[in-house]
């Protein structure tokens, strides 16, 4: 089983779970106006960039680099090679993740912040089908 | 001194985790403050209140041990009041609201599920799709990984290709998954994630969005999920259920 489900009932919820809903802790939840609410200066939970693709020249030679190194032809015929793959990718990917939400808890910068909750107002309908793009596209404005 | 709360239940809430351990260090004890036919659970607010990692953890542990015995409106973190007396108040003015939302919330949870592309795998299936690039990623390669001009030829075209299926993959995945909700929002967008959903979703529906998840991960292996749950229904307690679920 490599999808990470993580139990927080009970109080059974790991570390590891909580890194990956800090940003519901921080930016979702009531708020009640007569209440005072913790400064979050200095916050960096909420990055904009939701692009794990960034079109720049780095990106460009790693990926020809990436497709230079990969078995193109054993990935393409050999499915459960590719599935056994994914499945180790899974646990340590997920892993980085966690730890990278971790650092940048420590991290300084009150910008993003400011910026995703401007981003979250300007979204009108988060039902809507174009809202993703839409919010990608006042990043890159951004 | 002032009051921190953590989340809102309504007075007949069968287990509120009075005196368990809040945020602080310390940790503060848990303790409810009643009003409006509600219950408010509180503490005493840190001096010197942070979003630190021990008090955020605290913070979701005292959401979730009240979860898990009936219905419990989240409040974001780090929510102050001047002391227990301006919680009771609070409670007073808005009880008709926070009823309302107890009562839509009743029963449901929010499943966060996120999404990322295994990195490999979807640079294989950019590739094997598209007869060009291969062809290109194997002319690099008999060259020895080609010239720089050959490399940035090649990133480009995949690094558009490997965007154009996190578009298409995010879609697949909130379309896949948002008729198992009751609700579905837009969690905050983070770094890495090519898709960021909560679900609000019924007690009884909770293992058909698992299966509906897995149902993906086995026929898209190049899509790896993060699934956290369930959660207090934190992206939902200010939102229109009725309008979110309707349209």
């Given at each position: 089983m490599t999808v990470a489900t993580t139990q927080q009932a009970g109080g059974s919820g790991g570390t590891s779970g909580l890194y990956d809903v800090l940003e519901l802790v921080l930016d979702r939840g009531l708020v009640i106006d007569a209440f005072v609410r913790v400064s979050?200066?200095?916050?960096?939970?909420?990055?904009?960039?939701?692009?794990?693709?960034?079109?720049?020249v780095d990106t460009y030679l790693r990926f020809a680099e990436a497709c230079n190194r990969l078995d193109l032809e054993t990935g393409s015929k050999k499915p459960a090679g590719l599935s056994e793959l994914v499945g180790d990718s899974n646990g340590s990917g997920a892993q980085g993740k966690a730890k990278g939400a971790l650092e940048g808890a420590a991290q300084a910068g009150s910008d993003a912040l400011t910026q995703a909750r401007k981003e979250g107002e300007a979204?009108?309908?988060?039902?809507?089908?174009?809202s993703r793009s839409s919010s990608r596209r006042e990043e890159e404005q951004a | 001194m002032s009051t921190y709360v953590y989340g809102i239940a309504d007075?007949?809430?069968?287990?509120?985790?009075?005196g368990i351990d809040g945020i602080g260090n310390p940790a503060h004890k848990v303790r409810v403050v009643r009003g409006g036919g509600l219950a408010a659970l509180a503490g005493d607010a840190p001096?010197?209140?942070?979003?630190?990692r021990r008090d955020l953890l605290a913070h979701q542990h005292v959401l979730s041990e009240a979860g898990a015995g009936g219905t419990v409106l989240p409040m974001r973190f780090g929510s102050v009041a001047e002391d227990d007396s301006a919680v009771a108040a609070a409670l007073e003015q808005h009880a008709e609201h926070y009823k309302e939302r107890l009562r839509a919330l009743c029963d449901r949870a929010e499943y966060n599920v996120k999404v990322q592309h295994d990195e490999d795998a979807v640079l294989r299936l950019v590739v094997a799709q598209d007869d060009a690039l291969r062809a290109l990623v194997e002319s690099n390669r008999k060259a020895g990984g080609g010239s720089h001009e050959d490399k940035m030829r090649l990133g480009e075209r995949v690094a558009a290709a490997v965007q154009a299926r996190e578009a298409a993959d995010a879609a697949l995945v909130r379309d896949a998954l948002?008729?198992?909700?009751?609700a579905l929002s837009d969690a905050p967008q983070s770094t890495g994630w090519i898709a960021n959903l909560s679900f609000l979703v019924h007690r009884d529906a909770a293992a058909e969005l698992a299966n509906a998840v897995e149902e993906l991960r086995q026929a898209h292996p190049h899509l790896v999920f993060r699934v956290n749950g369930p959660l207090p229904p934190y992206s939902f307690v200010d939102q229109g259920l009725v309008a979110a679920a309707g349209d």
């Open positions: 979050l200066v200095g916050i960096e939970i909420l990055k904009i960039d939701i692009r794990v693709v960034v079109a720049s979204k009108a309908s988060p039902r809507r089908s174009s | 007075a007949g809430h069968p287990k509120l985790p009075d001096e010197d209140l942070r979003p630190k948002e008729p198992r909700a009751d």
